[in-house]
């Protein structure tokens, strides 16, 4: 009852919000001429469009004048012949959720968010899940397409994209059991793990009215100015919870065997082709490897992609994992490329092209997969968000400047999980296009950045990309702070992209670079600088009990820095880097990294065999013995680990565990000495015999430049990063408030 409240009243609330906003005027004027919403600005209100549009388009036009058209990457940018259309390239923004789909006077800025891609090269986007009926909902009131009125709000999208020659489909997506809503229904009435309602069983009415709904949403999309669109059949959505029986335990004609439970999938694709003809592209995400109890084999997954082939489609695209699976499956742990082979089997037996998904961010890689005929396009979605020109880059060999994803799911699937706006950690700007924008400034000024870690070259780069003439003062021999730390941490490996990004970003830009610097507040006053960004970061808080200045008392900075550390280890403090840490120190010395793929899937229990016979495609894990025994805990009596990341946490929980890392809660520290770590556990004090003691317990913030308040001086300071606030190191916040205040300036 009171979900079906909050839907109703969040309804009411949107469209008090829109009466009152710029888009009825525009929404009129887009359902009259097909137009963008830059366009409208421009006829509407000169005056913003020249302050904001027209300078956005100088500051965010990428650099192709001049540069050389490579050929290294050639697979990568051939273009895609589909008979009655072309697509310009091999490379596919996958969908991803950002949240503004949900809401149609958020559509402004989805069409900047998908118009920059575009405008950056990429040759087919694809849109976040849009549902084909109510009971479909990811969320109450999320965003559908059902009636002719949901036209304008999309026509937006289609225009921002193909007026850069890009194309566009829109994914159809019905969440079955997964929708956070009362109205969910699905294949048989079997409880999701991840979602907090019970769904009901679709009745055959249902499901021939779903087939129905899905046909109209299809020829509305076409109308709208869509290319085509994905139905969306992987990662444990409705048409997933149907081909696989996992979920499906039906006994009519849409379950059983494989045949009768693709039935509902292939009826869908027929419908939507009889509905907007030939000349209109149909995609179909497959699951490729369930990863769950009672999964398709790969028999099975081939029999339902010649089926769809046969039905209709045009395109294959490829999924790996339910969400619910407890394999992890795009986390930065898991090694690039990590599941092309599935996809290069399937694409045996298949004529239609075939699309690779899943852990490929870098063009090297792209290339590869392409070149070796694994696949015929490559798809990204993250990867996209950290970088809107990954393709023109690439294209351009302009490779070294590429802001690499690195699979954190931090500020992306993270906040798509707690119903927060999609962006990205190491590109603030992505689906806040209209919002962050980095003007040319009229009035450079002489600012100084004292501190390299990700917040100081985040500052740096934007306010030097803006104009301003910028000093990075950094006390250590390189740049990076504590990504440098993070990096070396196993399946963190792609954090040496971020700091190569911002290296070359500080050459590109003109910062001015000052190594090996310990500057002082009189040097900053002397040299005349306008604004001085503090970006000093953070120190390891230290222990405070008997005997904690032992030597066998080390910070995780010393311990990841190479301190030796002993066979038994307790590991105080866990949150994230105690969790790090812990990893760290149960890999032994010699490990390559990154961990090669055929030994991820042997820990994981992935099984190898392209062609798998095993259910779901996993088999039993094979575990290394740790090198060490370690404890891990805190003072705090919450299970261990509650604090990371809503996607990749129960990862990190897994891989300790297995790892038979002990996790110790409600411990009180008591005293160092020469035979362990003396703690209090419910009340009784104990003997830890430990070599090692790692202290991760928090960080104190360095902000001794900064003036106290009402202090004089001659320059404007400013305060981000972990000296601003250390109780928790987050990199996402660390590299936003740089970047704010930078275009701000």
Known sequence: MLTFIYCCSSIVVSILVILNNDFVRFYR?????????????????????????????????????????????????????????????????????????????????????????AKGGVGLIITGGISPNRQGWLLPAGGTMNTLGDVAPHRLVTHAVHKHGAKILMQILHAGRYGYQPFVMSSSPIKSPISPFKPRQMSDKQILDTIDDYAKTASIAKKAGYDGVEIMGSEGYLLNQFLSSHVNQRQDRWGGDIHNRMRF?????????????????????????????????????IIVAQALEKAGITLLNTGIGWHEARIPTIVTSVPRAAFVDYTAEVKKHVSVPVIASNRINMPDTAEEILASGKADMVQMARPLLADAFWVNKTATNRVDEINTCIACNQACLDHTFKNQRATCLVNPRAAYETELVYLKTKKPKKVAVVGGGVAGMSAATVAASCGHQVTLFEAAQDVGGQFNLAKVVPGKEEFHETIRYFKVQIEKTGVELRLNTKVNREQLEREGYDDVIIATGVIPRGLKIEGADAPQVLSYAEVLRGAPVGNNV????????????????????????????????????????????????????????????????????????????????????????KHAVKMMRGVQYKAVTNEGLWVEMNGHDQLLRVDTIVVCAGQESVKDLMPAEGEKTLANYHIIGGAKLAAELDAKRAIREGAELAAKL
């Open 29 to 117: 004027f887009a359902t009259k001429i097909d137009t963008s919403y830059e366009e409208y600005i421009k006829k509407s209100h000169p005056k913003i469009y020249k302050t904001r549009y027209s300078s956005m388009q100088q500051v965010a036009k990428p650099n192709i004048k001049g540069s050389v058209m490579t050929t290294r990457y050639a697979n990568i940018l051939k273009p895609l012949h589909l008979g009655f259309t072309t697509i310009k390239n091999r490379v596919v923004m996958g969908s991803m959720h950002t949240g503004l789909e949900d809401r149609f006077y958020n559509y402004p800025k989805l069409a900047a968010y998908f118009g920059e891609r």
């Open 570 to 657: 307790a590991v105080i403090g866990a949150g994230g880097i105690g969790f790090d840490v812990s990893e760290f120190l149960l890999k032994p010395e010699h490990q390559p990294q990154p961990q090669p793929l055929e030994d991820w899937k042997r820990e994981w229990g992935v099984d190898q065999n392209p062609h798998y016979t095993t259910e779901g495609g996993f088999v039993p894990a094979e575990v290394e013995a740790p090198v060490r025994q370690i404890y891990l805990m805190q003072r705090k009596t919450t299970a261990l680990g509650v604090g990371l990341g809503k996607t990749s946490g129960w990862v990190h929980r897994a891989q300790l565990k």
């Open 265 to 301: 999938s292939i009826e869908i694709v027929k419908a939507i082709r009889e509905r907007v003809g030939e000349k209109f592209i149909i995609c179909f995400r497959l699951s490729l490897l369930d990863l769950v109890h009672n999964g398709n084999t790969m028999d099975e997954v």
